[in-house]
């Protein structure tokens, strides 16, 4: 059996990889310090798929731990997913974001050549390309003109691993751009359980259907948009998660290194989200309208085609389950892990 090491696997998004890798006959090994997320998913992850598998509270910028994690489970691939992500946060905190963001990175890179290592599949983001001079993005679309430090640590990180793959011939690098992933998994077991102030569109409507929030700010609703409001490429988590089994399934017999679009192809807008969680949840949702995000970009949508081409992977699952999973998530578990 092929293992895995995914780091941040105690996440959304790595704990949803975590399900796709058991299911689909690969074996998964944690690592995690649970600065934004709680070892009581892992539980819910071997009830879901019958299957068990190791975690390790590790910080990722611990080379050496790294290395001994490698060592131990006989690691075939790396799956990078532990960073921060909060936008805001990011443009307050650069410093902590770079460092974060960036060592951990240099951490697995070093921990694998000494291991000996090759794969590795990247949690990247569209958030590397910036303003679209085009659309929808292909992966052609230059890349770098970010609008805040979370996004530069991404572009950044692309870079280090494009480097690290053309000096180490052997290595197979993935750099997976995910568009705009909600939902969770179909079960209500799992989920997106931010830690803090949300500041993404789903999880605050969910705060708001749950009564944390009291209303959803709408954030500018006169873009160059059919209704005015922002437009996004939102896929299903399990479609996201999905996407790294292909990637790596790909990089059984690829080396060099590719960046990859994960997304639907399609644009939502939020006025669009909102009334598909409205029709999910059975009930209105309070909105009020207030001033655009700074650096926020009217529309975003993929070009989806090379993953098709080349994993063979395409979204499945459609606007109308992203927002059922999500809401039967949030209403089955109000306080995310807290109730056990
Ligand atoms: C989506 C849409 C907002 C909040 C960012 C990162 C990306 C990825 C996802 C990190 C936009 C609108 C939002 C609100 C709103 N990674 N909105 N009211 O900004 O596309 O992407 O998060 O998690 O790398 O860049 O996602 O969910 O913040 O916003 O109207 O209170 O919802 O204007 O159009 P975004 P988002």
Redesign the pocket.
């Known amino acids: 059996m092929k293992n895995v090491l995914v780091t941040g696997g105690a996440g959304y998004i790595g704990s949803h990889i975590i399900v796709s890798l058991l299911e689909q006959g690969y074996g998964a090994v944690s690592a995690d310090n649970y600065s934004n997320s709680t070892p009581d998913v892992y539980p819910r992850l071997e009830e879901l798929t019958g299957k068990t598998f190791a975690a390790a509270e590790a910080d990722v910028r611990d080379t050496g731990t790294m290395a001994r994690l490698m060592r131990e489970y006989a690691i075939w691939a790396v799956i990078h997913c532990a960073g921060y992500?909060a936008?805001p946060e990011s443009i307050e905190q650069p410093l902590a974001y770079y460092e974060n963001n960036l060592n951990t990175t240099l951490s697995l890179c070093n921990a694998m050549r000494e291991t000996g290592v090759t794969r590795f599949v990247f949690s990247s983001?569209?958030?590397v390309y910036g303003e679209p001079e085009f659309l929808p993005y292909t992966e052609e679309h230059p890349t770098g003109n970010c609008s805040n430090p979370?996004?530069f640590s991404?572009v950044m990180n692309e870079r280090i691993l494009t480097d690290a793959a053309a000096a180490n011939p052997g290595w197979g690098v993935a750099l997976l751009r995910?568009f705009?992933p909600i939902g969770a998994h179909p079960s209500g077991r799992i989920g997106d359980a931010p830690g803090g102030k949300p500041?993404?569109?789903?999880p605050?409507i969910l705060q708001t259907l749950t009564g944390k929030l009291p209303y959803?700010?709408?954030?500018?609703d006169t873009y160059p948009t059919p209704d005015g409001?922002?437009?996004?490429d939102y896929l299903h988590i399990a479609d996201l998660a999905d996407g790294h089994v292909a990637a790596l399934r790909y990089l059984e017999t690829f080396t060099g290194v590719e960046a990859v679009n994960l997304g639907t192809g399609q644009g939502v807008s939020?006025l669009e989200?909102l009334r598909g969680m409205e029709t999910a949840a059975g009930r209105a949702i309070p909105t009020k309208v207030t001033p655009?995000?700074p650096g926020?970009i009217a529309e975003?949508r993929a070009d989806a085609s090379k993953a098709k081409h080349m994993f063979g992977w395409e979204t499945k699952r459609t606007l109308a389950e992203m927002c059922a999973d999500a809401w039967r998530w949030a209403s089955n578990n109000p306080r995310g892990y807290e109730n056990g």
Do not use: E, H, L
Not at 199 to 202: G, K, R, S, V
Not at 216 to 220: K, R
Not at 229 to 232: F, L
């Open positions: 992500k936008v983001s569209a958030t979370y996004g991404k995910y705009n500041f993404n569109i789903m605050i959803v700010p709408v954030t500018g409001t922002g437009i996004r939020v989200i655009r995000r926020d975003m």
